[in-house]
Structures are given as C-alpha cells and as structure tokens.
C-alpha cells in the first residue's frame, strides 16, 4: 500500500492513522505547488484531481478523500479500537466527528485562507466562522480529552486541520482546552513518527 501526501496537508490524518493502526504502507510526497513526486512523476497522472491523499493499494486501486481513506483505515485493526464496530454508538460517534471535520473545518479553512487572491471579507466571515467552532470544541474538551470519548481516527483528522491555524499564524489562545487537546495528541508515540517523517518537527 502507497500513501501519497504532502507534508502538514489533510493527508497527515491518514498518516497518523496508518501508524497507529500498524499497517505496513510506503509513504510518497508530493510537490503540491508542481504536482509531481519526488522523483520527478507528474501527480495528475496518478491523481486526476491533484490533491492528497491518495491510497494506493497492491492491486493498482486508487482512493482518496479523507473521511472515507480514516474509515478504511480504522477497520484494518481487527479491535477497531480507532473508530468502533459497525452498528455501535461509538462508531456513529465518530463518523459524526469524521464530517464534523470535514465540513465544519476542513472546508472552512480549504481553499480559501490558502490563497492569497481570497478577498479580505471572505477571509474575515472565514475566520469568524472557524471561531464559532473552535469554541464549541474548547467547550467540549473542557469535559473529555478526546471527541468521541477514546481517541478515534476523528482525533487525528481535526489535530490535523486544527493545526493548520498555526501555519496560518491564526492564534488559539483564547482556546485553552483545544490548545490542550493539540498538544495531547501530538505527544502519542506514532504520531510524533508521523511528523517526524514528514519533516513536521523542530
């Protein structure tokens, strides 16, 4: 199995996800700014839309969108310590965080404060939004350490977009408890092995 991301992108959930669940994959950056691999492949050959990330599996397969990839991901533990049995309220738990993320975040954030051309009130409704959410999950992990009780693969979703306020030099410190969450999740072993091979340590 491929994993193709790029470094601190949205792909950086499956990354983690794939390391804590223990599957063997070869990872495979990606110039997001040229679109090519690192050895010189033209990404939209493999990924028609262009964006990680992207599983490759044996038989040649290629699947992408986050949410969906986490799922997958999760399943491959027998446990399914990471996201729950199919039928259980824990699993609905955190599919329900999975698109939080996805919807509430990720596309709050993506594409519009990535681009420099976004017009400033865009930008403004943007962040503001954001602040509506970033507050409602301070308020949440002021009572539990993780969205759906356990860490799940929604943890490692929104560690990832969350974190994109940093990037975006976007200050969370009017949010204590998601500060604390952030630098919960990035103190686990594979995590840390996640960034480290994304060159995302200090």
């Given at each position: 199995m491929k994993l193709?991301?790029?470094?601190?992108?949205?792909?950086?959930?499956?990354?983690?996800?794939l390391r804590e669940v223990g599957a063997p994959f070869d990872g495979v950056a990606?110039?997001?700014?040229?679109?090519v691999t690192a050895d010189g492949t033209n990404y939209f050959d493999i990924s028609p839309r262009g964006y990680v990330p992207?599983?490759?599996?044996?038989?040649?397969?290629r699947h992408?969108?986050?949410?969906?990839?986490?799922?997958?991901v999760a399943d491959l533990d027998p446990s399914q310590a990471l996201i729950g049995a199919a039928?259980?309220?824990r699993r609905l738990m955190v599919v329900e965080w999975l698109t939080f993320v996805s919807t509430e975040l990720h596309?709050?954030?993506s594409p519009w404060l990535w681009h420099k051309?976004?017009?400033?009130?865009?930008?403004?409704?943007?962040?503001?939004?954001?602040?509506?959410?970033?507050?409602?999950?301070d308020r949440l992990l002021s009572e539990q350490a993780f969205l759906a009780g356990e860490f799940s693969v929604a943890d490692a979703y929104a560690f990832t977009i969350v974190n994109w306020a940093n990037f975006l030099a976007m200050p969370l410190t009017t949010y204590p408890n998601l500060r604390a969450y952030l630098d919960?999740?990035?103190?686990?072993?594979q995590v840390q092995a996640a960034l480290a091979a994304e060159g995302l340590t200090k």
């Open positions: 193709y991301y790029a470094p601190g992108a949205c792909s950086l959930a499956v990354h983690i996800a990606v110039d997001l700014a040229r679109h992207l599983l490759e599996f044996d038989d040649g397969s992408t969108e986050v949410a969906s990839l986490l799922q997958y039928g259980s309220a596309k709050v954030f051309e976004t017009a400033d009130s865009t930008r403004r409704a943007v962040k503001d939004k954001l602040a509506e959410r970033f507050a409602e999950l919960r999740i990035s103190q686990r072993p």
